[in-house]
Each structure stands twice: as structure tokens, then as C-alpha cells.
């Protein structure tokens, strides 16, 4: 089975557990958009909300990367709502997808990770985290499901 997530274009839903140092988990719900080009970039936007929760703002994601036909490696930048400008690497293992990134010019030094796991050709599983400096700040899991 191949992956689905990110090496196709799509639509996916994403809904789970926010989670923030010394707080309580958090519902949330996102959308997410993939799309290729063809000279082999990719756009992904990604949009956060958190249902019932009044003082969380939704969290806005927009990737654009190079992934060249055959590799398993690949790079991105991303503008985030909250980190800003960000720079990434990602893999594309046999289960899953795995990428890191690091928020540019910022003084707490905030870097992150994301595991997409495959359940199937419609469904991941998703782990991520932030950290300032040494520090787990948030995480999130999820699951992604593709929408027809």
C-alpha cells in the first residue's frame, strides 16, 4: 500500500486532542488541502480550530515543498500562525511520514515534529509537538481522514 497523504492531491479532515503544558487537552478539528504542481512542489494548507474553546484562535498552516518523483526526502518552508516563518525537512518512510521544522529568527528557539502514521489508504494517524529550547510545549494527536 503507498501513501495517500501529501504524495496525492486531496482534501482531508483532521480531529483530535490539543494538548499545552500545565492545561487541560483541548478538541480539535481542521481541514487540510494538498496540492502538486508539475514540476513536483507541493502546497499544503492546514487550518486548526478548537470547538468550545474561547480564548484558543484557529491555528493557520501553509506549506510549499519539493518532493522529486522517486525521493523519499523532502524540504519545505511554511508560514505559521503562531511560529511564522519556518523551514522543514521531511521523510516519507514505508508506514509513515515523518518531518521536523524550525521556526526562523525566533528568540525561544522553537522547533517541531510531526509523525503521520498510515492506517490505510484513507486514514493517518497524526503525533506532532512544539518545543522552546529543550521544553515539550504542545502536542497534538490526531487522525486524518480523507475525504472523497
Same mark, same amino acid.
Not at 483541548?26 to 504542481?37: D, H
Given at each position: 500500500m503507498e501513501h495517500t497523504f501529501l504524495i496525492e492531491p486531496g482534501r482531508w479532515t483532521l480531529q483530535g486532542n490539543w494538548l499545552e503544558r500545565d492545561?487541560?487537552?483541548?478538541?480539535?478539528?481542521?481541514?487540510?488541502?494538498?496540492?502538486?504542481?508539475?514540476?513536483? =512542489?507541493?502546497?499544503?494548507?492546514?487550518?486548526?480550530?478548537?470547538?468550545?474553546?474561547?480564548?484558543?484562535?484557529?491555528?493557520?498552516?501553509?506549506?510549499?515543498?519539493?518532493?522529486?518523483s522517486?525521493?523519499?526526502?523532502?524540504?519545505?518552508?511554511?508560514?505559521?500562525?503562531?511560529?511564522?516563518?519556518?523551514?522543514?525537512?521531511?521523510?516519507?518512510?514505508?508506514?509513515?511520514?515523518?518531518?521536523?521544522? =524550525?521556526?526562523?529568527g525566533d528568540r525561544q528557539r522553537r522547533t517541531g515534529f510531526e509523525t503521520l502514521y498510515r492506517l490505510d489508504s484513507k486514514r493517518y494517524h497524526l503525533s506532532s509537538g512544539t518545543m522552546a529550547g529543550h521544553y515539550l510545549t504542545t502536542a497534538m494527536e490526531a487522525t486524518l481522514e480523507r475525504q472523497a
Open positions: 492545561k487541560l487537552p483541548l478538541s480539535v478539528r481542521g481541514a487540510i488541502l494538498i496540492a502538486w504542481s508539475r514540476d513536483d =512542489w507541493f502546497t499544503m494548507v492546514m487550518k486548526l480550530m478548537f470547538p468550545g474553546a474561547e480564548n484558543m484562535s484557529e491555528i493557520a498552516l501553509q506549506y510549499r515543498g519539493r518532493l522529486t522517486g525521493d523519499r526526502q523532502y524540504t519545505f518552508v511554511l508560514q505559521h500562525s503562531l511560529l511564522g516563518r519556518v523551514e522543514g525537512e521531511g521523510w516519507v518512510a514505508p508506514d509513515s511520514v515523518v518531518q521536523r521544522y =524550525w521556526a526562523l
